[in-house]
């Protein structure tokens, strides 16, 4: 039964990584890219369009075809389920668990922007999201004096990000260990506020800068 292409709507959501999923699939069935394109109806050249152009946009009869020669379906090709919660896809043939080198943390962690600190308190451990940037090899992010995120000052902590794909279910994430201090140095904290990427999403006055000096740094990755 063919499948209904989902809304435009749903698809500019998750377009971005369509070339992506078209390429991973194909080399996983073993398709060249000639073979794919003449399977499906389509020039090779528009092909390799579709999977190096992060804002191509195709129509939902150039998706069906597509992931009737992939063996998928179009949900799984535009990452239509990538507003779900993570983790109930099924483990991806040939999974394996990669450890990652420092360097190649330190770049993760460099690209990405919300982390999670875990924070020792008064009631226990507590674990709270953070917008951070990486400045100097350091973790630094602001909040309100007094927050659970700013009870990390004076603290040895850990802060952890990851990334999930659960159409292809893998994904990678990064463990820091380290000591965590409230910025006081006024120069300090300008230069931070020149350097950092974005600001807090959740909003208000949070001019409070934190920043964790990493003593440890690990990571792993699970690939197919």
């Keep these: 039964m063919a499948e209904q292409a989902p809304s435009r709507a749903a698809q500019g959501q998750a377009l971005g990584d369509l070339g992506r999923r078209i390429a991973a699939r194909r080399v996983e069935l073993g398709l060249s890219r000639h073979e794919t394109a ?4 389509m020039a090779p050249g528009y092909l390799k369009y579709l999977e190096e152009r992060p804002g191509a946009a195709p129509g939902s ?12 379906t179009v949900r799984d090709l535009t990452g239509g ?24 943390c330190r ?4 690209d990405h922007g919300v ?4 924070v020792p308190t008064a ?5 709270v999201p953070v917008n951070y940037s990486v400045v100097d090899g350091a973790i630094v992010f602001r909040t309100e004096p007094g927050s659970t995120p700013a009870q990390a000052s004076g603290c040895q902590v850990a802060f952890e990000a990851d990334r ?6 893998t994904g990678w994430s990064v463990l820091v260990r380290g000591h965590a201090r409230t910025v ?3 120069g300090e904290a300008a230069r931070f506020d020149g350097l950092a990427r974005g600001a807090p999403w959740a909003g208000g006055h949070r001019e409070e800068w934190v920043r964790i000096d990493p003593v440890a740094i690990t990571g792993r990755r699970i690939t197919a």
């Design 38 to 41: 003449d399977r499906a109806g």
């Design 107 to 110: 770049a993760l962690l460099a």
């Design 184 to 186: 006081t140095d006024p």
């Design 81 to 104: 389920d990538a507003g779900l919660p993570p983790g109930p896809g099924r483990p991806a043939p040939g999974a394996r668990l990669v450890e990652l080198s420092v360097p190649e």
């Design 123 to 127: 009631s226990g451990p507590v674990v």
């Design 115 to 118: 982390g999670r600190i875990a």
């Design 61 to 72: 009869g150039v998706l069906l075809r597509l992931a009737e020669v992939l063996e998928t």
């Design 164 to 169: 999930i794909d659960d159409a292809f279910s």
